[in-house]
């Protein structure tokens, strides 16, 4: 079988990308022809076969997989709502979801909240219109009302939390032992002498920000040191506010002698203010971070840090979305996988011994 005229490769007279009709076109024959011809179908010949393949290799015909999934009433898409992909953090957790949905033959689309509920929204939007077959995602910091999840199960979408997520237990997430690791970054900053340490606490109406309070709490209670308002700082976790918050510290009547905060970007701030003031780290204030970001082995002195598995959270994700997809309905109760954090030390704490290789 010949073709009868010949297309431009790749997009055609149109300035389209060349379609299945197109190929059904040139050859004489129809769509469906096509279609079982290049998925080796057995009841297309031989001839058949080669025709339609030499054609679409000539034209450079690329299959829509989204399309045929569609078809077939099953997507190979995923989605996946963070609220920045900047920094060390949510771009490897990505990296991890990504890496194990490549293996499981499924593809990503990634979207940001920038922060704003408002994208969060119409991100779930956009990917229930999409017909995914999953949504993971983790909140955004002004998400205080979760209703438009709901909208998630009601078209009967997997739906995974990582890192971030709504109260309670009736959902399924992956998430740190957040209060465990800021409760060993604490720990740490009492063990090397220090009674003053401050917090920098994130918004308490997210999940993370009010474990890693709680587990600074736990460990001053293990020391038998009572907590000091003064010391606690709502801090939006930014470089500003971290300046802007140790400031506030060091104008106390009596200041402290170390700080841990919820993120590392707000005491990186810090950092850079106690040098500019002549304040010596840690000998003068140990500082202690959460996230073990890639800012954290660049800033002088290196920077303890807690970190959060990331890439193995995203994997985690992943997983948890597959068992949902495979589920019989009842057989697959609520899950919340919980990994342990690993505290990172490093100059900027240490005030007795070296630094751990």
Request: net charge positive.
């Amino acid at each position: 079988m010949a073709a009868r005229s010949t297309l431009s490769k790749e997009p055609n007279a149109a300035g389209r990308p060349v379609s299945m009709a197109d190929l059904a076109r040139e050859l004489g024959v129809s769509m469906t022809t096509i279609s079982r011809a290049l998925s080796d179908h057995h009841s297309i010949g031989p001839a058949t076969k080669q025709a339609v393949r030499q054609l679409a290799k000539k034209l450079n015909y690329q299959p829509n997989h989204l399309a045929a999934a569609l078809r077939k009433g099953k997507s190979t898409l995923i989605g996946v709502i963070v609220p920045y992909i900047e920094g060390r953090f949510f771009a490897s957790v990505v990296h991890g979801i990504e890496t194990a949905a490549r293996k499981a033959g499924y593809s990503v689309i990634i979207c940001q909240s920038g922060e704003d509920v408002a994208n969060e929204r119409r991100n779930l939007e956009t990917l229930l219109s999409a017909q995914v077959a999953g949504i993971l995602i983790s909140v955004s910091i002004n998400t205080t009302d979760f209703k438009h999840f709901e909208k998630v199960r009601r078209h009967g979408v997997p739906l995974v939390f990582f890192d971030r997520l709504p109260e309670g237990d009736n959902v399924n997430a992956v998430v740190l032992n957040d209060r465990e690791g800021a409760c060993q970054a604490t720990r740490h900053l009492l063990e090397q002498g220090c009674r003053r340490v401050a917090h920098f606490a994130g918004a308490q109406h997210l999940n993370i920000y009010k474990n890693r309070r709680q587990g600074y709490l736990d460990a001053l209670q293990s020391y038998g040191i009572a907590p000091d308002e003064s010391l606690i700082k709502n801090c939006s976790m930014t470089l500003e506010s971290g300046t802007a918050c140790m400031a506030e510290l060091l104008a106390l009547p009596n200041p402290p002698d170390a700080v841990f905060s919820a993120g590392d970007t707000a005491i990186l701030g810090a950092l850079q203010l106690l040098k500019n003031r002549g304040i010596r780290v840690p000998q003068d204030v140990a500082l202690a971070g959460f996230s073990n970001e890639a800012l954290t082995l660049v800033a002088e002195p290196n920077l303890t840090s807690v970190d959060q598995r990331t890439e193995e959270m995203g994997q985690a994700a992943f997983r948890l979305f597959s068992d949902l997809l495979t589920a019989e309905g009842a057989a697959f109760s609520q899950r919340q996988v919980v990994l342990q954090p690993q505290l990172f030390v490093r100059a900027s704490s240490l005030r007795h011994g070296s630094v751990p290789a």
